[in-house]
Structures are given as C-alpha cells and as structure tokens.
C-alpha cells in the first residue's frame, strides 16, 4: 500500500512487470514464482505487507530502497 507519492520499479522473474509513480492510496498485488525484486524512490511511503495482515515500511521517507523477495528469503538493501 501506498501511504505517500513514491517511483516504484518492479522486476518479477527478471522481467520488469511495472516502472512508475503510485499515489497516496494505491494498493497494487505482484507475484512471482523465482523472484520479486522491489525498487522504490521513497522507501517511507511504501507499506508491504507481511505475515497475516501486518505491514512493514520500506524505509524512511525519501530514502531509496531495493528489497528482492523469494519464496525462502527477503533481502532489503539501502540503494546510494
């Protein structure tokens, strides 16, 4: 979920599957069979959510972020 203006990049099995900006209020689902990798301009307008229902900010507003998500691990990198 979208809680401030943030330019997302979504690449989903090596394919980029959307490069844009989401508004305040957008709720997009992606999946992936191998591999979601999630790039976002501003890491603290960005909810995702996690383990039944609970949400976890991306990062600080402003701050750049990349998180790669798999079936078996997340890995959330600062992006300079």
């Known amino acids: 979920m979208v809680k401030d203006e943030s330019w997302v990049s979504i690449e989903i099995d090596g394919k980029i599957a959307f ?3 989401l508004t305040q209020g957008t709720q997009k689902t992606w999946s992936a069979q191998k591999q979601l990798v999630f790039f ?5 307008g960005i909810l995702i959510p996690i383990n039944k ?3 976890m900010q ?5 701050e750049v972020k990349e998180v790669v998500f798999t079936p078996t691990n997340t890995q959330i990198s600062q992006s300079q």
């Open 19 to 21: 490069e844009g900006t």
């Open 40 to 44: 976002a301009g501003n890491a603290g």
């Open 53 to 55: 229902g609970q949400n």
């Open 58 to 62: 991306l990062g600080k507003p402003g």
